[in-house]
Structure formats: structure tokens, C-alpha cells
């Protein structure tokens, strides 16, 4: 299995949900978009069933794919995510549940990838607005075999921040505290998400040298039924005095079509 897609796997898997917002797949489905391009290549295609959304990644070689079936509940409610993914000899079915509240706000999602578990738990505050989320995780040698643990145990937490607004402004790493890494978010008049600042903070090498900081900027602009339209991402690299210079930038354009 290549090192890259075991990498991506990972990262799918370990990165924490943000605040709730619309599923952007009930807004295709309203639409009928059956087709998302982005930069002109990458095709992602939908197929809508009673109570499921098949997503289809861009296939970038013969025989591999990545198929994730959405299912709904009768609330419109995202009730679980079925991935199935294939490359070279390698299957993987992997899989997310998710629960609710009285309130139909989301309150656990549970993701299993072979010896992978993952348990996010979401706490709210009395304004309905998301104010906490507890990672749990197991313990496990390898991502295959027979070697992992089914208890879990916290690893980490998040919590957010609103202004006068009620819209979230800082994400911040809890547990183990870490106030140096955190997530800035900018809205609109439409309070559409439109710059997510993510600062990763710096490390310290040894007893000596502080390592550059990284900053990852993430800005948003969208299409007329509130669909991304472009997203730009730049890197800075912050150095020990504060200054900072670009590092690298990726521009991604949506196109969809029905």
C-alpha cells in the first residue's frame, strides 16, 4: 500500500469535525448536482437514492477508487458514512455513525477504519451553539492485523469561542492544553465561512532552538446557491522574531453540474 494514501487515511480520520453547518450534500441533492469538478480535472460524481447519497472521488488509476455512501435518517440527518476504498490488492471499508440529542443537534460520531477507533463527543451550549468536542481514541500497533485495544481513552479536546454574534471565532486545542494552537474564523453579511486562519504554532527543538511556526490561511467565495466557488490556501512560515514569509499556496475552483 503506498506510504501517501496510508498518510491520507490517517488524517481523514484523526482531524476534529468544526461547528455544524449545512450538509453541503443535501444542498447538491436539492440542486441535483450530479457532477463537482475542481481545477478542471478532478471529477466528483453523486448518485441520490431514498435516503442515500453515493459520492464517488476522482478515480486517478485504473482499478482504484474511493465510493463514500452518505445515509440519511427521515430528519435529513446524516445517519452514517459507509467508505469503501480500493487500491491495488488493498480494501477497506471504513465507517461513521453519528447520533443526536432531544434537540437533533449532533452528539457522538463514531468512526471505525480496521484497528482505527475514533469517538468524537459534542457538547453545546445553552444557546444551541457547539461549545466543546472530546476526541477518544484506542490504542493500536499497525493499522491492520489483529493488535488493537477496544477501549478507548481521551486524547484531545476542542473548544470554541463566539462573539456577540453567536458565530464561532477561536478553535482551541484543550487536552492536552496547547492555547498556542488555535483557528480564527471570518464571516460575511450571509454568515458564510470566508477565511479560517489555523495557527500551528511553534515547537521547541532540544533545549535550545525554537522551530519556525506554521500559519495556514484558508479562504472561501461562493457561487450563488451558497456553494464553495473557489478556495484558496496559502502557508507562511513564521520565524522566532515574528516575521513571516510565504511559503506555498494551492487554488482550488469548483464547477458543479446537474
Known sequence: ??????????????????????DHLLIYKKNNIKEV???????????????????????V????????????????????????????????????????????????????????IILKKYKYNGLGHLDSIMVYKNNYKEIFGNNATAKLTPKEGFKFIY?????????EQIFPADISK???????????????????????DGDFTIKNGILHIIQYKYNKLGLKKKVTETYYIVKPDGKSEKDSQVKLKYKYKS
Open 163 to 171: 462573539n456577540a454574534e453567536a458565530l464561532p471565532l477561536i478553535e
Open 182 to 204: 488555535k483557528t480564527i474564523y471570518t464571516y460575511n453579511s450571509k454568515n458564510q465561512l470566508i477565511k479560517k486562519i489555523i495557527d500551528l504554532g511553534s515547537k521547541k
Open 37 to 59: 469538478i475542481i481545477n478542471k480535472t478532478e471529477k466528483y460524481t453523486y448518485e441520490y437514492h431514498n435516503g442515500l447519497i453515493l459520492e464517488k472521488e476522482p478515480v
Open 1 to 22: 500500500m503506498k506510504p501517501f494514501f496510508l498518510f491520507s487515511l490517517l488524517i481523514l480520520f484523526t482531524i476534529p469535525s468544526s461547528f455544524a453547518q449545512q
Open 61 to 116: 488509476e485504473k482499478g482504484n477508487f474511493v465510493h463514500h455512501y452518505h445515509y440519511f435518517n427521515n430528519r435529513n440527518k446524516k445517519d452514517s458514512l459507509i467508505t469503501h476504498t480500493q487500491e491495488g490488492k488493498y480494501s477497506i471499508l471504513s465507517s461513521n455513525h453519528y447520533s443526536y440529542n432531544d434537540k437533533d443537534l449532533l452528539r457522538t460520531e463514531k468512526s471505525k477504519t480496521n484497528n482505527i
